[in-house]
Antibody, heavy 120, light 107 residues
């Protein structure tokens, strides 16, 4: 069955960096686009970043553009989110999500999420 | 960016009630609209895709409708396990955007 397991979250000071990972299993990872989505405490869902299955097209939300970088290693079935210049407002649970086989934008499967806290 | 506005923000209804949540887009999104259910402490779960198609395994009491800018999610007979927050999401354009959520409780 499809499994997505995020890791790498934690407590970091403002201005610091973290790298999140998402280990995928149960499907052909290289056949699917992927996204990161976050949820601040007590708040709604915010899409963060998207990467095409081949890794050649990347789209970021304006709120993270220039600070976060999504990438993937199809040989290892891993999705990453490098987060630099972190701000207090980046505090959230970060989910990785698998999109559709034919069309992007529908999040069919989600991981359980990894919490990121940015605080001094 | 396309703004998604859900109403109501919260809703209390009785078991067996018919419940409808609406979602309005700031511009035409065609049928590129999904609905998700999130129970406390869990990841969201896809319920409806392409405005009206029920995801596999989702109970048939859930249904979706609409196109363009106005969409709805209906639960035909509310069950206790439907207590959750529901989100709409458009994928007509990047950035993908979500509604603010509707928190559904049992009266």
């Amino acid at each position: 069955q499809v499994q997505l397991v995020e890791s790498g979250g934690g407590l970091v000071k403002p201005g610091g960096s973290l790298r999140l990972s998402c280990a995928a299993s149960g499907f052909s990872f290289s056949d699917y686009d992927m996204s990161w989505i976050r949820q601040a405490p007590g708040k709604g869902l915010e899409w963060v970043s998207h990467i095409r299955r081949s890794g050649d097209h990347i789209y970021d939300a304006d709120s993270v553009k220039g600070r976060f970088a999504i990438s993937r290693d199809n040989s290892k079935n891993l999705l990453y989110l490098q987060m630099d210049s972190l701000r207090v407002e980046d505090t959230a649970v970060y989910y990785c999500a698998r999109e559709g086989a034919k069309f992007s934008g529908t999040f069919y499967y989600w991981g359980r999420g990894t919490p990121v806290t940015v605080s001094s | 960016d396309i703004q998604m506005t859900q109403s109501p923000s919260s809703l209390s209804a009785s078991v067996g009630d018919r419940v409808t949540i609406t979602c309005q887009a700031s511009q035409d999104t065609g049928i590129y609209l999904n609905w998700y259910q999130q129970t406390p402490g869990k990841a969201p779960k896809l319920l409806i895709y392409d405005a009206s198609y029920l995801e596999a395994g989702v109970p048939s009491r859930f249904s979706g409708g609409g196109s363009g800018t106005d969409f709805s999610l209906t639960i035909s007979s509310l069950q206790p396990e439907d207590v959750a927050t529901y989100y709409c999401q458009q994928y007509h354009n990047l950035p993908y955007t979500f509604g603010q959520g509707t928190k559904l409780e049992i009266k």
